[in-house]
């Protein structure tokens, strides 16, 4: 299984936006998943984007075309919503992937999630732990309103 590890970059602290997507791309890949890591994979994430970064056309096509071709070939998104930061881009990346009828598996304060993070989602659950069993588990419910 493929799994797109989506969630704030622009908005957050570097270390905030890598550490959650490191540990769950080591404990995924221990049993046996691929993981698509747009923190790392995306060369203009690394370079170019910090809450400062105004990108030029060309570059927001690219950033953008990267993320979906990467969205497209994954099996499973996992959203990391545990933070309070206002994003743009996960939002969009979670609405495209549900559109395609991958699976979303969401971590989050379901309390404080809008109600169309609620509709999108699979499964939200609290803590990033009980999400990757769900991803691992296979489990999908759908219509987490």
């Known amino acids: 299984m493929k799994i797109y590890l ?14 959650w997507r490191d540990r769950a791309s080591e404990l995924l890949k221990k049993c046996g998943h691929e993981t698509v890591n747009p923190e790392k994979e995306n060369p203009l994430v690394e370079v170019h984007l910090t809450p400062d970064t105004v990108l030029t056309d060309e570059q927001t096509k690219s950033l953008v075309d990267f993320d979906k071709r990467e969205i497209d070939s994954c099996d499973v998104l996992l959203v990391n919503l545990s933070n309070d930061a206002k994003t743009a881009g996960t939002p969009m990346e979670m609405i495209y992937a549900w559109e395609r009828g991958k699976r979303i598996v969401v971590v989050g304060d379901r309390s404080k999630l809008s109600p169309w993070y609620r509709y999108h989602a699979d499964r939200i659950l609290p803590d990033l732990e009980s999400a990757l069993s769900a991803v691992i588990g296979g489990e999908r419910h759908g219509g987490n309103i």
């Open 6 to 19: 989506c969630g704030p970059i622009r908005d957050v602290q570097r270390s905030e936006a890598s550490s």
